[in-house]
């Protein structure tokens, strides 16, 4: 908390070990709601939140019908350990929430009947989403090129074990108008934009003279 307190108010850079959007994030809440536990605690709380929306999310991506959907979202809201991250300030919740997001649109982008433009669209989106919580924690970027591994392999399976069609070819399963490499670019490249603009605000930090090197 103090940590995010002299983040937002541009003072200080504490424990450097985790990049900085999460206490971005409990900072704003802090500046706008006071130094209480509810003004710490809310940014989690309702990210929390998303993340139960998110398993419903992406049941229903990958097939499941509602009730199935429904039973995951329920299990997850009784899960101990993300009721305790989501009211705490914790960063692990904030990395969690944006990787689910980014994880749903990537799912959702990914649909055979969707247009290359919604393709696309919702790709920069994941790619917003993954860059915000690989600069919350990095567990979230770790997280997701496992993921990204997985999606590779499942082409490779589709495309006969022909590596370069999984990698360059089209008209496979997932992004049928998109080749794996140009979806993964699209993607990432956004997500590193991202994680970089986070930065930025250190520039104009009280008694600091960082660079864009030294970040």
């Known amino acids: 908390v103090d940590a995010a307190q002299s983040f937002f108010a541009l003072e200080d850079w504490r424990n450097k070990s985790h990049p900085p959007f999460a206490k971005w994030l409990i900072g704003a ?18 990210l929390g939140a998303v993340c139960v929306s998110c398993v419903y999310a992406l049941m229903r991506l990958l097939g499941f019908a509602e009730k199935p959907a429904v039973f995951a979202a329920g299990l997850t809201l009784l899960n101990q350990t993300l009721f305790v991250q989501a009211r705490t300030a914790m960063l692990d919740i904030y990395a969690l929430a944006f990787l689910a997001l980014s994880v749903a649109l990537f799912l959702w982008s990914a649909k055979v009947h969707r247009t290359r433009q919604g393709a696309v669209f919702g790709l920069v989106l994941s790619g917003v989403f993954l860059g915000l919580g ?33 990698l360059l070819g089209r008209n496979l399963t997932a992004w049928p108008s998109l080749s794996f490499l140009g979806a993964g670019l699209r993607q990432g490249c956004v997500a590193i934009v991202v994680y970089l603009l986070t930065f930025t605000p250190f520039l104009f930090m009280t008694g600091e003279d960082w660079t864009l090197i030294d970040l």
Not at 144 to 165: C, D, M, P, S, T
């Open 29 to 46: 809440s802090i500046h706008m709601f006071g130094d209480t536990s509810f003004a710490w605690r809310l940014p989690g709380a309702v």
């Open 134 to 166: 690989a600069s919350s924690k990095w567990m979230a970027g770790i997280n997701f090129a496992l993921i990204l591994a997985g999606v590779f392999v499942w082409r490779a399976i589709e495309a006969r074990g022909n590596v370069f069609n999984a």
